[in-house]
Nanobody, 122 residues
């Protein structure tokens, strides 16, 4: 049974930083890509960043490029999202996802965590 468990969310002031983690278990993810998506109230789920388990290549949404960094720890089977220079518009429920496709479309990803809330105050 595949499980993705997010942690690290919280309340932070604008300009601050947070680090999210996603612990993956239940299968071998070496051929998968891992990603972070986010969803604000009343909005669609949007792509944030993705990383390949195999070669570590990364891809970011323009809105977070230069501020967020996605990384993986193969030994611990975790994927992290370091978020710097946070803005109020980054406030959302952040989800970890796993999938085989190289896509930013949420519906194309195979596995999802339950989400962790990030709130940025102005």
């Amino acid at each position: 049974q595949v499980q993705l468990v997010e942690s690290g969310g919280g309340l932070v002031q604008a300009g601050g930083s947070l680090r999210l983690s996603c612990a993956a278990s239940g299968r071998t993810f070496s051929s998968y890509r891992m990603a972070w998506f986010r969803q604000a109230p009343g909005k669609e789920r949007e792509f944030v960043a993705a990383i390949s388990w195999s070669d570590g290549s990364t891809y970011y949404a323009d809105s977070v490029k230069g501020r967020f960094t996605i990384s993986r720890d193969n030994a611990k089977n975790t994927v992290n999202l370091r978020m710097n220079s946070l803005k109020p518009e980054d406030t959302a429920l952040y989800y970890c996802a796993a999938g085989r496709r190289n896509t930013i479309v949420a519906s194309a990803w195979d596995y999802w965590g339950q989400g962790t809330q990030v709130t940025v105050s102005s």
